[in-house]
């Protein structure tokens, strides 16, 4: 699963080298939910199957990656899914795929949809849907960063002499599962996909203690390259995102990993 640039392609991108840099390709496992998906859904997958509920439902936008993966392994595993969306949102391919994987597209105003962490508001989710589990937005939460820990393994059984360790993040999720397990001779580095997310730091803090990380990674999240906000694509990471794919043959994309990489190149 490790991909080292400079085996792929030597050539500088945009006048910078990569050459020092590998890539974890996640991707490429985890069928229709690669990626840190499908490490964060497995441990709610199982908490779904012990408590003997079938339906899942969880929140997202246009261009949720979460409820694309959520729908996919919905459908491979007989499980009902149900997506409450922003509203106002169009029905791009993303949320297509969903849709034709089963998923039950519920929008709702933006108004309702910043509740969505609220206690009345998921109990009132979890009434009209049940029964079922309510999965946080992005698979966040307790199960999902302890599903992302796996991740933390893999680097160690595949990776070990790589001492810094630089992601996307959105929820904060992923940064603090594998910063729990890969220990302070770690340096960790998220990226932040969105704009003025200034308690992503609480949420990693509050997972870690939860977590009951003795020692974990050193951490930090940079909030400097989300580009102009979540899912905007500016022409300098479009014209990144190009050369990038040209020399690697590797796709990125926009939202998270395209930004993730162009913070490396910056």
């Given at each position: 699963?490790?991909?080292?640039l400079?085996?792929?392609?030597?050539?500088?991108?945009?006048?910078?080298?990569?050459?020092?840099?590998?890539?974890?390709?996640?991707?490429?496992?985890?069928?229709?939910?690669?990626g840190?998906?499908?490490?964060?859904?497995?441990?709610?997958?199982?908490?779904?199957?012990?408590?003997g509920?079938?339906?899942?439902?969880?929140?997202?936008?246009?261009?949720?990656?979460?409820?694309?993966?959520l729908?996919?392994?919905?459908?491979?595993?007989?499980?009902?899914?149900?997506?409450?969306?922003?509203?106002?949102e169009?029905?791009?391919p993303?949320?297509?795929?969903?849709?034709?994987?089963?998923?039950?597209?519920?929008?709702i105003?933006?108004?309702?949809?910043?509740?969505?962490?609220?206690?009345d508001?998921l109990?009132?989710?979890?009434?009209?849907?049940?029964?079922?589990?309510?999965?946080?937005?992005?698979?966040?939460?307790?199960?999902?960063?302890?599903?992302?820990?796996?991740?933390?393994?893999?680097?160690d059984?595949?990776?070990?002499?790589?001492?810094?360790?630089?992601?996307?993040v959105?929820?904060?999720?992923?940064?603090?599962?594998?910063?729990?397990?890969?220990?302070?001779?770690?340096?960790?580095?998220?990226?932040?996909?969105?704009?003025?997310?200034v308690?992503?730091?609480?949420?990693?803090?509050?997972?870690?203690?939860?977590l009951?990380?003795?020692?974990?990674a050193?951490?930090?999240?940079?909030?400097?390259?989300?580009?102009?906000?979540?899912?905007?694509?500016?022409?300098?990471?479009?014209?990144?995102?190009?050369?990038?794919?040209?020399?690697?043959?590797?796709?990125?994309?926009?939202?998270?990993?395209?930004?993730?990489?162009?913070?490396?190149?910056?």
């Open positions: 699963l490790i991909a080292p400079q085996q792929l392609s030597a050539e500088p991108v945009l006048g910078v080298s990569l050459a020092n840099v590998s890539l974890l390709r996640l991707d490429l496992a985890g069928g229709n939910a690669p840190n998906k499908a490490c964060k859904l497995a441990p709610w997958l199982e908490l779904a199957r012990e408590r509920i079938t339906r899942l439902v969880s929140f997202g936008g246009a261009w949720s990656n979460h409820l694309h993966a729908a996919a392994v919905g459908a491979e595993q007989g499980l009902q899914t149900v997506g409450v969306l922003r509203g106002g169009r029905l791009t993303t949320l297509e795929d969903a849709r034709r994987w089963g998923m039950q597209l519920v929008p105003s933006r108004s309702e949809y910043r509740r969505r962490a609220d206690a508001f109990a009132d989710i979890q009434a009209r849907f049940a029964p079922c589990m309510v999965i946080p937005e992005g698979g966040g939460g307790l199960p999902g960063a302890r599903g992302c820990a796996e991740i933390a393994r893999i680097i059984d595949t990776a070990a002499q790589f001492e810094h360790i630089l992601l996307a959105g929820t904060g999720t992923t940064l603090a599962g594998i910063s729990a397990v890969l220990g302070p001779d770690r340096q960790v580095t998220g990226i932040s996909a969105l704009k003025g997310a308690d992503i730091e609480d949420r990693v803090q509050s997972l870690l203690a939860e009951q990380a003795g020692l974990p050193r951490w930090q999240i940079l909030h400097d390259y989300h580009c102009g906000g979540f899912a905007r694509v500016p022409d300098s990471l479009k014209a990144f995102m190009l050369e990038f794919e040209r020399l690697q043959n590797i796709e990125l994309d926009p939202v998270y990993t395209a930004k993730a990489l162009y913070a490396v190149h910056q």
